[in-house]
């Protein structure tokens, strides 16, 4: 079963940042895209930002210029920078590999997620 272990989550203001991480397993990082997906109550997971393998990025328009996502893949761990948070960033932030093009995850088994609100 694939696991994925979300963390870096919190509640933080208007114009705050956090940075998530998620580690995976080995297996993943060496052949998949990675991804960074949000929910909300009653709303379908969203994706809000992939990286390749080579480490080429794309974002979702509603983030695009306050978030970066990075990877290290000798920790197998992928990163989510999150800079000037609004209130409709509050969410659950889940990892998985991402089946391209069409950005939904490869894997059915999900992380915990990690929280993030933002209020003030």
């Known amino acids: 079963q694939v696991q994925f272990v979300e963390s870096g989550g919190g509640l933080v203001q208007p114009g705050g940042s956090l940075r998530l991480s998620c580690v995976a397993a080995?297996?993943?990082?060496?052949?998949?895209?990675m991804g960074w997906y949000r929910q909300v109550p009653g709303k379908q997971r969203q994706l809000v930002a992939r990286i390749t393998l080579n480490s080429s990025t794309n974002y979702a328009d509603s983030v695009k210029g306050r978030f970066t996502i990075s990877r290290d893949n000798a920790k197998n761990t992928v990163y989510l920078q999150m800079d000037s948070l609004k209130p409709e960033d509050t969410a659950v932030y889940y990892c998985?590999?991402?089946?391209?093009?069409?950005?939904?995850?490869?894997?059915?088994?999900w992380g915990q997620g990690t929280q993030v609100t933002v209020s003030s």
């Open positions: 998985n590999a991402v089946r391209v093009p069409w950005g939904s995850a490869v894997f059915g088994s």
């Open positions: 080995g297996s993943i990082f060496s052949v998949y895209v």
